[in-house]
C-alpha cells in the first residue's frame, strides 16, 4: 500500500493563514483608499468568452497568442480571465452602467490566470487589486489615477518605488509611432533578442518593453521622444505631467514604456522597485479611450490601472499584527468549566472580542503553551474556584501579569486592553 500525495499546480500558491493575514491587510487598506477616491467595488466572473479578450488585447498581444487558459464549450470558447479591465467594460456596457450612472468609478480585488512560465512574482494564478474610471477624457482623472497609485503604495508601506509615464498618443499617433519602429528596428533586428524579432512583425511596440538588456539599448538609441505625438496628445500630457508636478508626484518620463494591450491610449505608466529584479513591476495601467466603443458600447474615455498582489508582497512591511495581539484563549479545567466556556466565548464573540479554546483535551501547561504558540495577548483560566467566586483568572501573556476578573465585568476589562473587531448587529 502506498498513499498518494497530490501536489499543487506549478504556477499557483497556497495562502496559508499566516501570510493570509497580509493578504487581508493590503485588501482592507485597499478598500478604505479606494472609498477616499469614491471607487465602487464590482466583481466580475473569472470566465470570459476567448472573443473578449481577442478583441480587447488585441489578437498581436503576447497575453492573447500565448497565455490564455481555454475551455472548449459546446458552442463557444471560454478564458479565465488574464486580466480585470476588458470583462469590467464588458459588465458596464451590458448591464447599461453608461446609461445608469454615466461616468463609473469601479474597483476589483480578485485572481486572474496566465499561462506563463513560473519565476518570482509571476504565477500562473495571481492576484490583482485594480480600478477603472470610464467615462472622461479629461487628463485630471489621469493624475488622479496615478495619484491613487501612489497613495496606495504609500499605504501598504512600500517604499522606494519609482513611477514610470509616457504617452502612446491617440489611434494615429501609434500608428505613426509603430511605422517609425518598422523602419528603425529593420536594421538592428540581428541584435534582438528571438522573441523581439517575432514583435517585429506582430507588434513593434512591445520590443520597447522588453527587459533584456541588448533590446533596451537599441530601443534607447532610437531617441523616440515625443515627436510622434499629435498636438492634442501633446497638450493632454503636458497638463498630466503639470498636475503631479502640483501634487509633488515623482515620476521619470520614460519614452520606452508603451505597454503590451492594443487597448491602451495616451497616458500608460508602471510603477517598478528594484527589489523585484528584472521583472520589476509592482503595477501598471493607462488611459484606454477607444475600448469601450470598441466593445460596442459608446465613445467615452477611460483610465485604469492594477497592481500584482503576490509583487506588492515582495517589498510590502506588514503593519498587522491584529490577530495574535488580540487573541483571548480560553482554557477550562474540569467538565463544568468547559460548559460554561461555551457560554463565555459566545458572549465574548458577541462583543467583537476574537477569541479561542483548547479542544485537544490538553494540560494546563499544554494549553497554555499553545496560546502562546498562537500569539495569544490573553489567557482567562476558568476553573472549580473561579465558578465557585464568579470570577475568571485573566493572564497578560506579555507581562506575564495575571489578576482576578469578576465574570459580569470580564467584557469590559478586554475592551480596555484589545482593539475589537467588527461585528454585525445581534438582535
Not at 501612489?150 to 509603430?178: H, Q
Not at 530601443?219 to 502640483?246: M, N, R, T, W
Not at 495581539?325 to 458577541?350: C, F, H, P, Q
Amino acid at each position: 500500500m502506498f498513499s498518494l500525495m497530490f501536489k499543487r499546480i506549478p504556477g499557483t500558491k497556497d495562502i496559508l493563514p499566516d501570510e493570509a493575514d497580509c493578504w487581508q491587510e493590503i485588501e482592507g487598506i485597499s478598500r478604505s483608499i479606494f472609498s477616499l477616491y469614491n471607487y465602487r467595488e464590482i466583481r466580475t466572473p473569472l470566465l470570459e468568452t476567448s472573443s473578449l479578450f481577442d478583441r480587447s488585447l488585441g489578437r498581436s498581444a503576447e497575453i492573447v497568442q500565448k497565455q490564455m487558459f481555454l475551455i472548449k464549450g459546446k458552442e463557444d470558447i471560454f478564458a479565465l480571465r488574464p486580466e480585470g479591465t476588458a470583462g469590467i467594460v464588458r459588465s458596464f456596457l451590458e448591464n447599461n452602467l453608461d446609461k445608469t450612472y454615466g461616468f463609473s468609478k469601479f474597483y476589483y480585488i480578485g485572481p486572474m490566470f496566465r499561462f506563463e512560465r513560473p519565476q518570482k512574482g509571476r504565477l500562473r494564478q495571481f492576484q490583482h487589486i485594480g480600478c477603472e474610471a470610464i467615462g472622461s477624457l479629461d487628463a485630471a482623472l489621469d493624475v488622479e489615477a496615478v495619484s491613487l497609485a501612489s497613495n496606495l503604495l504609500d499605504a501598504f508601506s512600500v517604499k522606494d518605488y519609482k513611477i514610470k509615464i509616457n504617452s502612446l498618443g491617440c489611434a494615429k499617433d501609434k500608428e505613426g509611432l509603430a511605422s517609425r519602429l518598422k523602419k528603425a528596428f529593420r536594421s538592428k533586428l540581428t541584435a534582438l533578442c528571438q522573441e523581439c524579432r517575432e514583435r517585429f512583425d506582430r507588434n513593434v511596440l512591445r520590443i520597447l518593453d522588453c527587459k533584456k538588456e541588448a533590446c533596451r539599448q537599441a530601443a534607447e538609441e532610437l531617441g523616440i521622444g515625443d515627436s510622434y505625438l499629435c498636438p492634442e496628445c501633446k497638450s493632454h500630457f503636458s497638463q498630466v505631467k503639470k498636475g503631479l508636478d502640483s501634487l509633488k508626484i515623482n515620476y521619470v518620463i520614460t519614452p520606452q514604456l508603451v505597454r503590451g494591450l492594443d487597448y491602451y491610449t495616451r497616458t500608460v505608466f508602471e510603477i517598478t522597485h528594484k527589489a523585484l529584479g528584472a521583472q520589476d513591476a509592482l503595477g501598471a495601467g493607462g488611459r484606454y479611450d477607444n475600448l469601450v466603443k470598441e466593445l460596442g458600447g459608446p465613445d467615452l474615455g477611460a483610465v485604469g490601472f492594477a497592481f500584482g498582489v503576490e509583487r506588492l508582497l515582495l517589498v510590502h512591511s506588514p503593519q498587522s499584527t491584529v490577530h495574535s495581539k488580540n487573541l483571548v484563549y480560553l482554557i477550562t479545567l474540569g467538565e463544568e468549566a468547559k460548559k460554561e466556556g461555551l457560554k463565555l466565548l459566545d458572549s465574548l464573540r458577541k462583543n467583537g472580542i476574537a477569541c479561542d479554546t483548547d479542544y485537544e483535551g490538553k494540560s494546563l501547561k499544554g494549553a497554555l503553551r499553545k496560546a502562546n504558540d498562537l500569539g495569544a495577548g490573553y489567557v482567562l483560566m476558568l476553573g472549580e474556584d473561579e465558578l465557585k467566586k464568579g470570577t475568571v483568572a485573566l493572564k497578560d501573556m506579555a507581562s506575564g501579569i495575571q489578576e482576578e476578573v469578576s465574570a459580569v465585568n470580564l467584557v469590559q476589562a478586554l475592551k480596555g486592553k484589545i482593539c475589537l473587531r467588527p461585528i454585525a448587529a445581534v438582535n
